[in-house]
């Protein structure tokens, strides 16, 4: 009875052994680090094309979150006629580049993978909203000396990918990144005062960055 109370116990505690093992190289696999870069296809807020990119990097660690980067950029041209003087315009070329540095964490489901997070930009970290305006006045007929405006604004960042992964080391995703600031004049930088009249209205360039991409896990 006594060898019998023996083997039962053995026999326990080899089956908790190797469920505890089993568990521990369960998790082994399921921990990985993942590197994802993803192109951007549109902005909602450009008048033309846009081009961009994210990366980002994950880590099997629970509750940090992982880190990324984003950024896109596009062009703008734009001709304002004085109201009261048609020989009279302003030529507006802006580039603008928004940067942001972002936190994230992975959500698993059963056939898709889901990624949320949120991020910033400012100068002092060398991101942020970023506006160079070259401006060139016709004044009556006759064109004046170009003059510059450059602008700076902090940027609050807000996304999500959504990933079909295949053989646990390679995800295809599809991504919205929505950059928010406060609406701008790009002009409000200018060295030299118009001598025309013209209305320049604040640019409202948040909107949305959609991207595609990948990620590979190690």
């Not at 081009?51 to 099997?60: E, K, M, R």
């Not at 698993?108 to 006045?137: A, C, H, Q």
Request: charged share 15%; net charge neutral.
């Amino acid at each position: 009875m006594l060898n019998k109370l023996n083997y039962l116990r053995k026999l326990a505690f080899s089956a908790c052994l190797l469920l505890g093992l089993s568990g521990l190289g369960t998790t082994a696999r399921a921990q990985f680090i993942g590197i994802s870069t993803d192109v951007a296809i549109a902005y909602s807020a450009a008048t033309g094309s846009a081009s961009g990119y994210s990366v980002g990097i994950s880590h099997p660690t629970p509750f940090f979150p992982n880190i990324g980067y984003s950024t896109v950029s596009f062009k703008e041209k734009e001709s304002i006629t004085d109201s009261s003087d048609s020989t009279s315009s302003v030529s507006l070329d802006t580039t603008t580049s928004i940067k942001t540095i972002n936190l994230f964490y992975n959500v698993p489901f059963p056939v898709v993978t889901i990624s949320v997070g949120f991020g910033y930009g400012t100068d002092n970290l060398g991101t942020g909203l970023e506006t160079k305006t070259t401006i060139v006045e016709t004044y009556q007929g006759t064109k004046l000396d170009q003059d510059n405006s450059d602008l700076k604004a902090s940027v609050s960042e807000a996304f999500f990918h959504i990933g079909l992964p295949f053989w646990n080391t390679i995800e295809f995703h599809l991504g919205y990144h929505y950059m928010s600031f406060t609406n701008i004049d790009i002009t409000s930088k200018k060295s030299v005062n118009f001598q025309g009249s013209y209305t320049v209205d604040k640019k409202k360039y948040s909107g949305g960055m959609t991207t595609i991409g990948v990620q590979v896990a190690f």
